[in-house]
Structure formats: C-alpha cells, structure tokens
C-alpha cells in the first residue's frame, strides 16, 4: 500500500522567508509519480508539479523548487522569498504505475497549511 | 491544460434529499474519473473509481447504495448523494483522466473545481 506523509500541519512565516515543505513517501512500486498541489481558500486544486520516480533532477519554477531524494523517499518543496498570495493548504501526492484504471489514482498526503504574513 | 468541469459548485439540501453532482470533462475523454472526499481541515480521500460503461469501484468503508456512480458517457460521471445526511457535509472534488494519452504520459488526472455540500 501507498503512504504520504506531511509532518507540518502548519507553518507560518513572514513575507520574505524561504519556507520548506516536507514531504515522505512509502510504495512497493519502482515506477511512480509525485505531485505536489496548492489548495487556496476557494478549494480547487492548482497542479503545481509532477515528477517520475526516474527522474531524480531537482527543478525550480521561479520562486518553487523540488527537491526529489528517492535515497530517503522524500519530495520536498520550496518557496523562496514567500509571499501572502503563497497562503494556502499545499498537498504532496502519489500515483502509482499500477496499470488499468489505477492511472490518475493519487493518494494524498495530510496536507500543510501554510500561512504567510505581511 | 485539460478542462474538467464539475458542477454544482456548491449546494445546500435538507436532510433525507438526494443531491447530484456532476463531472465533465470539456475537451478530451475520459474512460475514469475519480471522486474525493475531503472534510474539513482535512486530507483528500478517494471515494471511487468511475469506470465508462461499467460498475464503479468503491474504496473500503465508501457506502456504494448511499454514494451513486454513474459514468454513461465518456465526458461525464455522476455523484448522486442519497438521503444526505448532515455527516455527509463536505468537499467533493473529481478527477479525470485523459483515455486518449499513451501510458508514459497518461500519468495525471484533471481536477474539477470541486462541490460544497451541505447538508442542514
């Protein structure tokens, strides 16, 4: 079976910070995908990343980037120089390359609340 | 990106109604959708699978009589709430996978902008 773990519940920083979102995963599978989502108040998810389990490269989006260690099952995420617009639940993921109807299937971690303040 | 609609977006219904929720995908098709649930301040839980033309796939502990699926076409599953009760309040939020991308690439599925229910 599938885990993600998210041990921030919630974090809170002052505009400017760099923050870190923690992000652990558990799979008996050698192919697989991770995600990471932005939840505002409104509730839509907004995709943020998508990575392969063979593709250990780290990436930066502008002010985000990903940190993939599949040594420590870890898929952190960044953001640097945060800012308020950034508040939001953020939700790391796992799809597993199950085949058939499992494709598209995330299992989602606890979710991280993070708050920026002025 | 791929569209998927879901409507309503929100909606309130008296307790021992049923409600229907609906997800679309506009611009591509999609043989299975996914229904979540998420309460309050809380993770994003699997419900079931929509499968196209057959039965749905029910996670353990989703009551399949209560929470009906169905998937008649290739742009379109239905989330039917039955005899809604106040405990059924939530988040429901669908996804929906593209059938006509190949495996390597068919690794995401598209989410719908999510239904508020709630029951009173």
């Known amino acids: 079976a599938q885990k993600v773990t998210q041990a921030q519940t919630e974090i809170s920083v002052v505009e400017k910070e760099d923050v870190t979102l923690d992000c652990v995963y558990e799979t008996r599978d050698t192919t697989y995908y991770l995600f990471w989502y932005k939840q505002p108040p409104s509730g839509e998810l907004v995709f943020l990343i998508r990575?392969?389990?063979?593709?250990?490269q780290n990436e930066i989006s502008g002010r985000y980037s990903w940190n993939f260690q599949k040594s420590t099952s870890s898929f952190n995420f960044t953001i640097t120089a945060s800012q308020v617009v950034d508040s939001a639940v953020y939700f790391c993921a796992l799809s597993e390359d199950a085949g058939g109807t499992s494709y598209g299937k995330l299992t989602f971690g606890q979710g991280t609340i993070l708050t920026v303040h002025p | 990106g791929a569209v998927v609609s879901q409507h309503p977006s929100w909606v309130i219904c008296k307790s021992g109604t049923s409600v229907k929720i609906e997800c679309r995908s506009l611009d591509f098709q999609a043989t299975t959708m996914f229904w979540y649930r998420q309460f309050p301040k809380q993770s994003l839980m699997l419900m079931a699978t929509?499968?196209?033309?057959?039965?749905?796939?029910?996670e353990q502990g989703v009551e399949k009589d209560k929470f009906l699926i169905n998937h008649a076409s290739l742009t379109l599953s239905t989330l039917t709430v039955t005899s809604a009760h106040p405990e059924d309040s939530s988040f429901y939020i669908c996804s929906a996978r593209d059938s006509s991308r190949g495996r390597t690439m068919n690794t995401e599925a598209f989410f719908g902008q999510g239904t508020r229910l709630t029951v009173v």
């Open positions: 929509s499968n196209e033309g057959s039965k749905a796939t029910y």
């Open positions: 990575r392969n389990s063979f593709d250990e």
